[in-house]
């Protein structure tokens, strides 16, 4: 277990849905990073949020969008969804010299 | 926007043999973090290099950041089954700790 918790593991849904994925961070981490990896690629950086607000974006496309909450969980959510956007979608927290912690994942699919 | 390319993209060893990947940064980088990826799992954070020229050893992985601060490289000596999976490079170039991640490097070993 490596603190950063993601749900759910897996998520399967139709073209056009809309679906939400939630992260919380390790306990005292203040950063959400969002990535998404496609199958066999590697990691696309989509959106990272620091105590509450937006630090950086990405290649995060406008039917995406995301948040953080006071008690430092995320959440991001897809809509319109399309056969593309199958994928891992992964979450991390940052700690200094310890690089990025990450969950262990969402991996979508839709049908 | 700031690229980090890593190659090669597959590599297939005969258990025993060493193994090296390479990662080039279009931009210089404040510095740069190795990743490890095992098949179906998440990418998990192997070291950070922050200095011109550093070198890190762990055990059998030797890492390097180039003196220029725009490439880098890890090596494996005498490979084992163990070693499996994918190999990420990831470069930060500003504060936010954003990483931008190479496609990384698919390690195959064959006992």
């Known amino acids: 277990d490596s603190g950063v918790t993601q749900t759910p593991k897996h998520l399967i849904t139709a073209t056009g849905q809309r679906v939400t994925l939630r992260c919380s961070p390790r306990?005292?981490?203040?950063?959400v990073y969002w990535y998404q990896q496609s199958l066999d690629q590697g990691l696309q950086f989509l959106i990272q949020y620091y105590n509450g607000e937006e630090r950086a974006k990405g290649n995060i496309l406008e039917r995406f969008s995301a948040q953080q909450f006071p008690d430092l969980h995320s959440e991001l959510n897809l809509s319109s969804l399309e056969l593309g956007d199958s994928a891992l979608y992964f979450c991390?927290?940052?700690?200094?010299?310890?690089?990025?912690?990450f969950g262990s994942g969402t991996r979508l699919t839709v049908v | 926007g700031q690229q980090v390319m890593q190659i090669p993209q597959y590599q297939h060893v005969q258990e025993g043999e060493d193994f090296t990947t390479y990662c080039n940064s279009s931009?210089?980088?404040?510095?740069i973090q190795w990743y490890k990826q095992r098949p179906g799992g998440h990418p998990v954070f192997l070291i950070q290099l922050v200095k011109s020229g550093e070198v890190k050893k762990q055990k059998r992985l030797t890492f390097q950041f180039g003196e220029a601060k725009k490439n880098s490289s890890l090596h494996i000596t005498a490979t084992q089954t163990t070693d499996v999976g994918t190999y990420f490079c990831a470069g930060s170039g500003n504060a936010g700790n954003m990483l931008t991640f190479g496609g990384g490097t698919r390690l195959m070993v064959k006992p």
């Open positions: 991390a927290s940052y700690r200094g010299n310890y690089g990025y912690t």
């Open positions: 306990s005292g981490d203040l950063s």
């Open positions: 931009t210089t980088l404040s510095n």
